[in-house]
T-cell receptor, first 114, second 118 residues
Framework: AQSVAQPEDQVNVAEGNPLTVKCTYS??????LFWYVQYPNRGLQFLLK??????LVKGSYGFEAEFNKSQTSFHLKKPSALVSDSALYFC????????????FGKGTTLSVSS | DARVTQTPRHKVTEMGQEVTMRCQPI?????VFWYRQTMMQGLELLAY????????DSGMPKDRFSAEMPDATLATLKIQPSEPRDSAVYFC????????????????FGDGTRLSIL
């Protein structure tokens, strides 16, 4: 079965430090991978996606993510965290040969302290 | 920027009442998704439509939930009768999916309907 795992419920980091939010996936085909962010009382907002090509993809607000096929991972990263990055982050996968729906992870709460 | 619009943003009602949530997808998008978010279960896919036809509603309790797309600009999710366990935030998302192939485009989410059933 297709699945996405975000092993950390919460990640805490100090402002200015690098951050990583982890995501691993399990699919039977080639994946399309996505990261979304959710702020309080808002819907999910698209951050970035990996489709094919360069394993390092860049997205909104200075975020980037690295696709690692051998480790089936797609970790979200940012070189220098901001307090305003504090939010709930979701990793999602869509399989090429499957339907159109995204499979979401459980989400990771990122807390950036000043 | 084009946005997915959901109404109402908040709904409080008593158990047993009918609840209708509405969604206006982004113009030109051909796929609409309904999700439910709770603290315990996280984000759950309830149903989705392509070109107004239901593709999958396996995530939806069919005895009380129903989802429709009367036209391309409106999707509805109804609960009848509502129960306290239905309390959650319900999200609508839309996307563009080409025929015969999965989409590499992201889904765009509305800001949700926060539903409280007393």
């Amino acid at each position: 079965a297709q699945s996405v795992a975000q092993p950390e419920d919460q990640v805490n980091v100090a402002e200015g430090n690098p951050l990583t939010v982890k995501c691993t996936y399990s699919v039977s085909g080639n994946p399309y991978l996505f990261w979304y962010v959710q702020y309080p009382n808002r819907g999910l907002q698209f951050l970035l996606k990996y489709i094919t090509g360069d394993n390092l993809v860049k997205g909104s607000y200075g975020f980037e993510a690295e696709f690692n096929k051998s480790q089936t991972s797609f970790h979200l990263k940012k070189p220098s965290a901001l307090v305003s990055d504090s939010a709930l982050y979701f990793c999602a996968v869509r399989v090429h040969q499957a339907g159109t729906a995204l499979i979401f992870g459980k989400g990771t709460t990122l807390s950036v302290s000043s | 920027d084009a946005r997915v619009t959901q109404t109402p943003r908040h709904k409080v009602t008593e158990m047993g009442q009918e609840v209708t949530m509405r969604c206006q997808p982004i113009l030109g998008h051909n796929t609409v998704f309904w999700y439910r978010q709770t603290m315990m279960q996280g984000l759950e896919l309830l149903a989705y439509f392509r070109n107004r036809a239901p593709l999958d509603d396996s995530g939806m309790p069919k005895d009380r939930f129903s989802a429709e797309m009367p036209d391309a600009t409106l999707a509805t999710l109804k609960i009848q009768p509502s129960e306290p366990r239905d309390s959650a935030v319900y999200f609508c998302a839309s996307g563009l999916v080409p025929l015969g192939a999965p989409s590499n485009q992201p889904q765009h989410f509305g800001d949700g309907t926060r539903l409280s059933i007393l």
